[in-house]
């Protein structure tokens, strides 16, 4: 007897499988600053296979705060926004996954002000030796390591330095 959310998106193949595994795994170990996945429903209709995932439900994404709050949010609210990330994403890298696009647009606000971690379609575990780089992380939060090389071994502290970013713009 709650509202929930559903995200549905047409498979873009390993993204999509990739998303889905996270959010199983985030099942298995749940955090209050990491969006949970409730269930999901693979709907295949002919060539295209649509994924279907219900999550709780949150009021807006960091981006749109942003956006609404010019003149920046308040010390106590923005200290907390932070320390809801910091723990969101320290409890991903603890066990070895890294998002990969941390984003305002990919952190949410719940319906109580805090934040949660979403969208899981670029994460990856850490230490994972990928082809390119180029399609993980929004271009404004790149970090160096993604934009200097084409083939790189990518960290946690693609994460951080993320982070970084939407904190300054915060």
Not at 13 to 23: S, V
Not at 106 to 125: E, M, W
Request: hydrophobic share 40%; aromatic share 10%.
């Amino acid at each position: 007897n709650r509202w929930v959310a559903l995200k549905i998106q047409k498979s873009r193949g390993e993204a999509c499988e990739r998303e889905l595994l996270w959010y199983s795994f985030l099942q298995v170990y749940p955090h209050p600053h990491v969006l949970g996945m409730q269930d999901y429903f693979p709907v295949v209709n002919g060539k295209t296979v649509m994924l279907q995932t219900v999550h709780e439900l949150c009021a807006s994404s960091l981006w749109n705060v942003f956006k609404v709050e010019r003149d920046g949010l308040e010390a106590g609210c923005l200290r907390q926004h932070m320390t809801d990330i910091v723990s969101g994403v320290g409890h991903m890298h603890r066990h070895q996954l890294v998002h990969g696009d941390l984003s305002m647009t990919n952190l949410l606000v719940d319906l109580q002000g805090r934040i949660k971690v979403s969208d899981f379609g670029s994460a990856f575990t850490a230490l994972s030796l990928l082809g390119t780089v180029s399609d993980f992380s929004t271009g404004y939060v790149r970090a160096p390591e993604c934009v200097l090389s084409s083939t790189a071994r990518l960290f946690c502290s693609i994460d951080s330095w993320a982070i970084g970013v939407v904190f300054f713009c915060l």
